[in-house]
DNA sequence: CGTATCAATAGCTAACTTGT
DNA sequence: ACAAGTTAGCTATTGATACG
């Protein structure tokens, strides 16, 4: 297990290879200093330059020595390309985790599981020593209702929808109304999702009519999908 | 051309952190 | 407690530029 300040520096050093220009006169260790700040990694030149010298001996960029200071960059076609979140991807992944979770289909989003747990780790272990690991407890999306929690949507009823939805299938769903005393059997042809504040919509027409609704994600107590492909379709300017 | 000045790099050391 | 590693800070060296 690496310590977390071993953790850090390669953080720095991999961000630095991120930051280095793919051609001259390529980018000085001062511009660096600026860039890696701008990051959360507060450390002096001296460290930017030693790092700039460490890499420089495993990797296969340049320095151009001919002016001072000296200029980094990428040999041309070569750069380096490592399997790995910096902590702008895992800070984006981690916020937009739960807000894109109902509008991204299952399959895609278990897999992307990996990245969002490597996010987490990430931002985990950066926390003590990169501000901006800790941004994510410091801003909130608080949706424009006064229902602040989001209702519990049926991960199968969701899973049913979406797949609906990217087939372009007809959809047979019991949907309870608000003003509704019992669940009724709605056939819909699915057109899209809307997510509106906390609340989670299927867009679609029902039966035969072509006026475009929208059902409520929660409000859907069962959901099947039909053999029939969907009907009648709208463009999305229509119903987005 | 020689010198002064400034900025950047590189070497060294002390302080600090972390693992054993 | 100690060893090892990392980083900041100080300083020497080097190169570019300005000026007389």
């Given at each position: ?70 200029g ?6 070569t750069?380096?390309?490592v ?57 909130c999306y608080?949706?424009p ?12 009823v ?47 027409t ?5 006026d ?19 009907g ?9």
């Amino acid at each position: 297990m690496p310590s977390n300040s071993d953790y850090n520096a390669m953080m720095r050093q991999w961000a630095i290879l991120n930051a280095l220009p793919k051609r001259p006169p390529g980018i000085t260790a001062q511009a660096l200093q600026g860039k890696l700040a701008d990051l959360g990694f507060n450390v002096t030149q001296r460290t930017i330059q030693r790092d700039l010298n460490d890499l420089f001996r495993l990797f296969q960029f340049k320095c151009n020595e001919k002016g001072k200071p000296f200029g980094w960059y990428w040999e041309p076609g070569t750069s380096v390309s490592v399997p790995g979140l910096s902590i702008a991807e895992a800070l984006s992944l981690h916020l937009i985790r739960d807000y894109l979770k109902p509008l991204l289909p299952n399959a895609i989003l278990s897999s992307i599981q990996p990245q969002f747990q490597q996010a987490e780790e990430t931002l985990k272990t950066l926390q003590s020593t990169n501000p901006f690991a800790s941004w994510q407890d410091k801003v909130c999306y608080v949706a424009p209702s006064l229902n602040m929690l989001p209702p519990a949507i049926n991960e199968p009823v969701l899973d049913t929808v979406q797949t609906a939805l990217l087939k372009d299938r007809q959809l047979e769903i019991n949907y309870q109304g608000i003003n509704d005393q019992d669940s009724r059997a709605l056939t819909l042809h699915p057109l899209g999702m809307i997510q509106r504040g906390a609340v989670n919509y299927l867009v679609a027409t029902a039966f035969q009519y072509q006026d475009v609704r929208l059902y409520a994600l929660h409000r859907i107590q069962s959901a099947n999908i039909l053999e029939a492909s969907r009907g009648y379709k709208p463009e999305p300017s229509e119903f987005f």
